[in-house]
């Protein structure tokens, strides 16, 4: 693999650290947040889900700077908004400020959604775009484990303001992120088919395949423009019947994403944990081993992305899903607590194996070349949306309702998952994004 692509694969995949890391610090702080201002679990709900109503506005509309400005201006624009918020969240004074400082970050996180994967799909070979894409999750979940942590490490020395502490240490890679960025190239897919800049298109793929033959990149080039200028005197647009097929997939794959309640998990770890009967201290640390988890098996996901391919890791995920949730509630159902620790653990590896390794992925390489800053929003945009409702409303189903009914609830909805894999999902491993085209019944 040229060395360039790896690199460059991997700072753009650096946005997704400062998801992960934005996504889960905030489980660390959110206890001492609702003690400090005296919220109830309304507000305090609406206050740790402002970075995912920012996020979800981030996904929505994350398509337009992609396509108007460029993924890579997109890009550093992304890390500018992680440093606003994560030094405005830790200087907070009050619930409003917070919220604000949250909802910054979280526009962040939806833009990044959007504009990482879609770069790396597009500079990516067929055959190593599996595994270079995913790189974005696996930055994910690495910055996951660093957030926990570093919330068990600032707990312990941090004093009062240990929750600030928590939050605002996310500037700094927030700033070594940004400086790399400047030296990512352009997009060849958006330099032709949005820009019309061949030329431009072409110097950026004999750049990424030094060891292809001029042929050989010209053909490249002449097939992204081809399949641009079929998309443009088919005038399609995203809502039309030809990409009805893709819509549906970005939805459903994002819907499935969430019902599986990996968000509430990731959020509110702690208070979890804490409802088996551990002390705060070590629910905290059972935390971490999510983060440890969520590396561990992410690692398997990437091995196996371009092997096994995308729709044998959502059945794999499927499966685990079920049997992990659903030993989850019959251990909260039964007071089996003991068991909720590895119960929690399994889930997350079913999630790193399969949702996790492949949404980003596939969202990112189903949708035509002109359509793709709009189409991977909308699966983000799904996303998160439905992560927001989910994240807002936990803590209240978790007061009116028992755990156990909870975590069957999430059971249910990976069955409806298991049942729509089997049914409607295509295998894109190792296809030319232009082929993808063909295959889905856009060309």
């Not at 992960?20 to 919220?39: K, N, P, Y």
């Not at 109830?40 to 506005?57: E, R």
């Not at 010209?218 to 995203?238: C, D, M, P, Q, R």
């Amino acid at each position: 693999m040229p060395s360039r692509l790896f690199f460059w694969s991997l700072t753009s995949a650096l946005a997704g650290f400062l998801f992960g890391f934005d996504t889960v610090v905030i489980s660390g702080a959110e206890q001492r947040i609702q003690e400090l201002w005296g919220l109830s679990a309304s507000l305090h709900g609406i206050a740790i889900a402002s970075a995912l109503y920012g996020t979800v506005i981030g996904a929505l509309f994350g398509g337009w700077p992609t396509n108007r400005l460029g993924r890579r201006s997109t890009l550093i624009g992304i890390g500018a908004l992680y440093f606003v918020s994560a030094v405005w969240s830790g200087l907070s004074t009050d619930v409003t400020m917070f919220i604000i400082a949250r909802f910054l970050g979280g526009l962040g996180v939806g833009v990044s959604t959007v504009a990482a994967p879609m770069f790396i799909a597009e500079i990516a070979t067929p055959e190593r775009r599996g595994r270079l894409t995913a790189l974005f999750q696996f930055n994910i979940v690495f910055g996951i484990l660093v957030a926990f942590l570093s919330n068990a490490i600032i707990r312990e020395v941090g004093g009062e303001n240990a929750w600030r502490w928590m939050l605002g240490v996310e500037a700094v890679p927030a700033i070594i992120y940004s400086v790399l960025c400047f030296g990512l190239p352009e997009s060849p897919r958006w330099l032709i088919a949005q820009r019309g800049d061949r030329a431009a298109g072409i110097a950026v793929l004999q750049r990424l395949r030094p060891e292809a033959s001029k042929e050989d990149i010209e053909a490249e080039a002449a097939e992204i423009a081809n399949a641009s200028g079929v998309e443009e005197k088919g005038g399609t647009h995203l809502w039309s019947r030809k990409l009805r097929k893709p819509v549906a997939l970005a939805f459903l794959i994002a819907l499935f994403n969430q019902l599986s309640g990996i968000n509430a998990i990731l959020y509110f770890a702690p208070r979890i944990f804490e409802l088996t009967g551990l002390g705060e201290r070590a629910a905290l640390l059972q935390s971490v081993g999510i983060g440890v988890a969520n590396l561990v098996f992410t690692f398997v996901g990437l091995w196996l992305i371009d092997r096994a391919g995308r729709r044998a890791l959502l059945y794999i995920g499927s499966f685990g899903y079920i049997a992990s949730l659903g030993l989850t509630a019959w251990a909260f159902f039964t007071e089996h607590y003991s068991i909720v620790p590895f119960c929690i653990f399994a889930f997350i590896a079913a999630h790193a194996v399969g949702q996790g390794a492949v949404i980003w992925v596939f969202i990112a390489e189903i949708f035509p070349n002109r359509h793709r800053g709009a189409g991977t929003s909308l699966g983000c945009g799904t996303h998160w949306v439905f992560a927001a409702l989910l994240t807002s409303v936990f803590p209240k189903m978790v007061e009116l309702m028992a755990p156990g009914y909870v975590f069957l609830l999430f059971t249910s909805m990976m069955v409806l998952q298991l049942v729509w894999v089997k049914l409607m999902v295509p295998e894109t491993k190792g296809v030319p994004l232009e082929d993808l085209q063909r295959q889905l019944g856009v060309r």
